[in-house]
C-alpha cells in the first residue's frame, strides 16, 4: 500500500489545517495518523475504522481533531481546528489490514512520507 500525506503548513496558534491521505489501497484496512516532533518519538494521532464507523483520538487532540475518509476516493483526511505550538510536528498517515486501528506504530504495515505542521506565532 502506497501513501500520499499533503496538507501541512504553517499557522497561528487558534488556526486550522486539513491533512490529507491518498492511498493506493484503502479498503478493509484502518487508517491512521501519527505525529514525530524533534527529538520525541513518533506518537498516535488519532485512527479510523475501515468503514469510517468508529474514530478513536489522542487525548492531546480530542475535541480539536476530527478524521474522516472517503472509501471511493481512498483518501482519509484530519481536520486540525484550534491548533496549539505543541501540535508541532511532522504528521503521517499510516495503514494496516484490519477493521480496528492500534496506537502502536509496529502494528502498521504502511506509511506515508510525512506532512509538516508548525504552529507558531
Known amino acids: 500500500v502506497q501513501l500520499q500525506a499533503s496538507g501541512g503548513g504553517t499557522v497561528q496558534p487558534g488556526g486550522s489545517l486539513r491533512l490529507s491521505c491518498v492511498a493506493s489501497?484503502?479498503?478493509?484496512?484502518?487508517m491512521a495518523w501519527f505525529r514525530q516532533a524533534p527529538g520525541q518519538e513518533r506518537e498516535f494521532v488519532a485512527g479510523?475504522?475501515?468503514?469510517?464507523?468508529?474514530?478513536n483520538y489522542a487525548d492531546s487532540v480530542k475535541g480539536r481533531f476530527r478524521q474522516s475518509r472517503d472509501n471511493p476516493q481512498a483518501t482519509v483526511y484530519l481536520q486540525m481546528n484550534g491548533l496549539k505550538p505543541e501540535d508541532t510536528a511532522v504528521y503521517y498517515c499510516a495503514s494496516r489490514p484490519s477493521f480496528w486501528c492500534s496506537m502502536l506504530t509496529s502494528e502498521y504495515i504502511s506509511w506515508g512520507q510525512g506532512t509538516q505542521v508548525t504552529v507558531s506565532s
Open positions: 489501497v484503502s479498503n478493509n484496512y484502518c
Open positions: 479510523i475504522t475501515s468503514t469510517g464507523a468508529t474514530e
